[in-house]
């Protein structure tokens, strides 16, 4: 890992338009990611972290709007490349997903997917030559019988092998920075466990940045070297994961921790943060946290506060830790 940042996503701003509003989903976002850095967006559902890594990936649905800010991947702003430079920084950006059976096309064997994203990418046309780099991938996943798998459809796989498929596939485009959004959620305990062993492996072996976007705080700590919390839209808290979970400032961290189940105390009852998101069509004026916060305040309620780096490289948006922006 170096201290130089591969990706600076500056004030992102991100609404969707739907019939009866505006979503406003991602509010004035900063994070970086240095080189063979992994960072963490972990958030309960509907925090905006899927709407950040969709807009680094440039694949954001019709109906987002981007309405502030910048994202700059290896000194470039991603959104206003020049056409020319669009296909040579794609490939280096790669985001996968949740739900690997919904990402591979059914009717096709997955040598016949595969020896088309490495005809496309790489530029060859010996199909020879296309098997042997496809099951050099197959294999780098650590996927038992590479050959069965390429020749064989995606149903006949399981979830965890269909994961190391898109993992295998995805590198084969010789990404820079992989984009990982919740990929282990439909595996079991211990596929997911050995997923994330591997793409540990797999980011020193490739020189990787990856950008792991999960709920699961754990999983966070298990793999990040950096965690950004993020609540309704905003980032509420970022430090390394060793100080996160050693020293959590914000009053959603440290509810995010408390409902990590202990394992060792039998039959102990799932803790979850009492109460829900706010509607994000009319975000709060204040704090984004203040309906849930057992801590809050009339200053809470009408000021928002800052993220402010409060402790050397760990950064919180909480009035506790410092009065008004303004
Ligand atoms: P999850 O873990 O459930 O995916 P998330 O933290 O990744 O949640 P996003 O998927 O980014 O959150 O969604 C942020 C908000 O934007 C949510 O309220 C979601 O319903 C909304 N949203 C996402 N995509 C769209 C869309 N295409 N149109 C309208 N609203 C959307
Ligand atoms: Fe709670 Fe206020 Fe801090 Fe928000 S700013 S988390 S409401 S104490």
């Known amino acids: 890992m170096t201290d130089q940042p591969i990706l600076q996503v500056e004030n992102l701003t991100i609404d969707y338009v739907v019939l009866d509003g505006i979503i406003k989903a991602v509010r004035?976002?900063?994070?970086?990611?240095?080189?063979?850095?992994v960072v963490c967006l972990v958030g309960e559902s509907g925090s905006g972290k899927t709407t950040v890594g969709l807009a680094i990936s440039r694949a954001l649905p019709e109906n987002a709007i981007i309405r502030e800010g910048r994202i700059i991947?290896?000194?470039?702003?991603?959104?206003?490349?020049?056409?020319?430079?669009?296909?040579?920084?794609?490939?280096?950006?790669?985001?996968?997903?949740?739900?690997?059976?919904?990402?591979?096309?059914?009717?096709?064997?997955?040598?016949?997917?595969?020896?088309?994203?490495?005809?496309?990418?790489?530029?060859?046309?010996?199909?020879?030559?296309?098997?042997e780099k496809a099951l050099e991938f197959l294999k780098a996943v650590e996927l038992p019988d590479p050959e069965r798998i390429f020749n064989s459809y995606p149903h006949e796989l399981s979830g965890g092998m269909l994961q190391r498929v898109i993992i295998a596939i995805t590198l084969s485009v010789n990404p820079k920075l992989l984009i990982a959004d919740e990929p282990t959620t439909m595996?079991?305990?211990?596929?997911?466990?050995?997923?994330?062993?591997?793409?540990?492996?797999?980011?020193?072996?490739?020189?990787?940045?990856?950008?792991?976007?999960?709920?699961?705080?754990?999983?966070?700590?298990?793999?990040?070297?950096?965690?950004?919390?993020?609540?309704?839209?905003?980032i509420v808290e970022e430090a390394s994961s060793e100080e996160l979970l050693k020293?959590?400032?914000?009053?959603?961290?440290?509810?995010?921790?408390?409902?990590?189940?202990?394992?060792?105390?039998?039959?102990?009852?799932?803790?979850?943060?009492?109460?829900?998101?706010?509607?994000?069509?009319?975000?709060?004026?204040?704090?984004?946290?203040?309906?849930?916060?057992?801590?809050?305040?009339?200053?809470?309620?009408?000021?928002?506060?800052?993220?402010?780096?409060f402790l050397k490289n760990h950064k919180v948006a909480c009035h506790l830790y410092r009065g008004s922006t303004k």
Do not use: W
């Open 28 to 37: 004035n976002v900063s994070f970086t990611i240095n080189e063979g850095e």
């Open 247 to 309: 020293n959590p400032l914000h009053p959603y961290t440290k509810g995010l921790l408390e409902c990590i189940p202990k394992t060792h105390i039998k039959y102990s009852k799932l803790k979850s943060i009492p109460g829900m998101i706010f509607d994000l069509r009319n975000p709060p004026l204040g704090c984004v946290f203040v309906d849930r916060c057992t801590e809050a305040t009339d200053l809470c309620r009408k000021d928002k506060p800052r993220l402010i780096e």
């Open 187 to 234: 595996l079991d305990v211990t596929l997911q466990a050995q997923i994330l062993d591997l793409l540990i492996n797999l980011k020193k072996k490739f020189g990787l940045s990856i950008l792991f976007i999960t709920h699961n705080l754990s999983i966070a700590a298990e793999i990040g070297d950096r965690i950004i919390v993020m609540y309704g839209g905003e």
């Open 73 to 131: 991947f290896k000194g470039r702003d991603l959104l206003n490349l020049e056409i020319r430079d669009k296909s040579t920084i794609e490939d280096k950006v790669m985001m996968i997903f949740q739900d690997p059976a919904a990402t591979l096309n059914p009717l096709f064997k997955v040598g016949e997917i595969f020896s088309d994203v490495i005809k496309h990418h790489l530029k060859l046309s010996d199909q020879l030559k296309i098997r």
